[in-house]
C-alpha cells in the first residue's frame, strides 16, 4: 500500500477578503500559516515519510508546502513546482468580490460557475503574459471550468505522480481548492453531475490509501 496526502493552502489574502483568485498570486494570512501549521502537525501524527513534494506556481501553495515540509521534518524533500496544479483560472471574474458577483450575475448562474464542472466563467477580454508562465512556453488560460483544470492536471498525475506511486513512494500535493477537487473527482470517480458537493477547506488534508493500481483503499480527512 502506498498514501498520497493532498491538501489545500491556507487562509490567502483573497480567500480573506472573499474574492476570485485564480492565477493572480497573494499571499498567506496569518491565519493561513497557522493553518499549513496545523495541517502539517496532522500529517507528522501519521508518521509518514514522503519521497516528493508536488506543488503549483502560486505562492500560497508554495508556502504551504514549505511550512508543511519544516513542520514534518522533511525540509530536504524535493519540491516540484507545476502549472498544472495551478488554481483554475477565473477569468474575467478575477478580482471581483464573490458576493458582489452574486447580485451581478444571479446565485444560480455564479453556483454554475464555482462548484460545476462544465460551466466556463466569462473570458478575460485579453490574454496575461507572465515570466514565470512564458519561460516554459505555456499559454494563461483566458478562463476555465473544473472540466478543463482536470485535463491539464491529469497528464502531470499520470506523467510524473503516479508512476512514483505505483513504485511505492509516498506523495505529498499541496494545490488549490479547484486542482484538488478536480484529482479528487478523478481519484473518487465521482460523477459530473455530484461534484458541486465536494468542498476542500483551507488547511485539511486528504489521506489517501492506493493498491498498487492506484484504486482507493481508503480515504481519510484529518478535521
Known sequence: MVKLVITRHGESQANRDNVYTGWSDVPLTAKGIKQAQMAAQRIKNLNIHFSDVHTSMLQRAITTA??????????????????RLNERHYGAL??????DSKQQFGVEQVAKWRRGYSEVPPQLSKRDHER????????????????????????????????????????????HGSSLRALIKYLDQIPDDQI???EVPNGQPIVYELDSKLNVIEKQILE
Do not use: F
Request: charged share 25%.
Open 196 to 198: 458541486n458537493l465536494v
Open 132 to 175: 514565470r508562465y512564458d519561460r516554459l512556453g505555456v499559454q494563461i488560460p483566458l478562463s476555465e471550468s473544473l472540466k478543463m483544470t482536470q485535463e491539464r492536471l491529469l497528464p502531470y498525475w499520470n506523467d510524473v505522480i503516479a508512476g512514483q506511486l505505483i513504485d511505492g513512494q509516498n506523495q505529498l500535493i499541496v494545490a
Open 66 to 83: 514549505n511550512l508543511i515540509c519544516d513542520e514534518i521534518d522533511q525540509s530536504y524533500l524535493p519540491i516540484h513546482k507545476t502549472w
Open 94 to 99: 478575477r478580482g471581483m468580490n464573490k458576493d
